[in-house]
């Protein structure tokens, strides 16, 4: 009886050895899952809080013809050290460019850094006037975080994808001024909705 009870407690002795390796292996398991869920909670903290600049193209409304390059910041931080660069480049010696051009003015605007570039903060300039032929211009904006992650994103913007906009008028009149008496309607609708909200 006495080798009975040996056995079994042996037995036990193996059971409790390899419930306690088990545990080991979940609580290890269990530390690996933790640091990771932290170190994505972390990562998806920082993508949520960082700075987001952008660069567009967009119509300039009331000016026909016009188009701007806008800069804006999307993010929920400041960026700090902001270079902006264009492809094209532009030439070594910017007075070759006439005061017509608006490149020159551009190339100017980001020939320096910009230390601060607040949430919601946008540049715009006209980067094409009236008729004037606009090329693919491809927008290259650098900047830091507020915790020191450098960030590079590249814009290829297109002209066509603003030039080759439609739109629709009401159909119903061909008279320049009931139109324009259609589109102060609509103005002042959207004026009402604005207040409302």
């Known amino acids: ?69 806008v800069l804006r910041n999307l993010g929920a931080s400041v960026a700090s050290n902001v270079r902006v660069t264009f492809d094209p480049k532009p030439p070594e010696d910017l007075s070759q460019l006439g005061s017509a051009d608006m490149f020159k003015w551009i190339y100017e605007r980001y020939a320096r850094p910009i230390t601060t570039w607040a949430p919601g903060w946008s540049l715009s300039n006209v980067i094409r006037a009236g008729q004037d ?17 450098s960030y590079s994103d590249s814009y290829s913007l297109h002209p066509d994808h603003i030039l080759k906009d439609t739109m629709s008028t009401p159909s119903k ?3 320049p001024i009931k139109l324009e008496q259609h589109k102060l309607a609509a103005l002042q609708a959207l004026v009402r909705t604005i207040r409302s909200d």
């Open 1 to 69: 009886m006495t080798d009975f009870w040996i056995a079994v407690t042996a037995i036990a002795g193996v059971v409790t050895a390899v419930g306690t390796a088990v545990m080991a292996v979940a609580i290890i398991y269990t530390a690996v899952v933790a640091v990771r869920t932290f170190e994505a909670s972390k990562s998806d903290s920082r993508a949520k809080a960082r700075p987001v600049i952008i660069a567009e193209l967009k119509r300039e409304l009331l000016s026909h013809g016009t188009i701007m390059l």
């Open 173 to 175: 009149t061909d008279d």
């Open 133 to 149: 032929e606009l090329l693919p211009v491809n927008v290259t904006i650098s900047y830091q975080g507020p915790d020191g992650t």
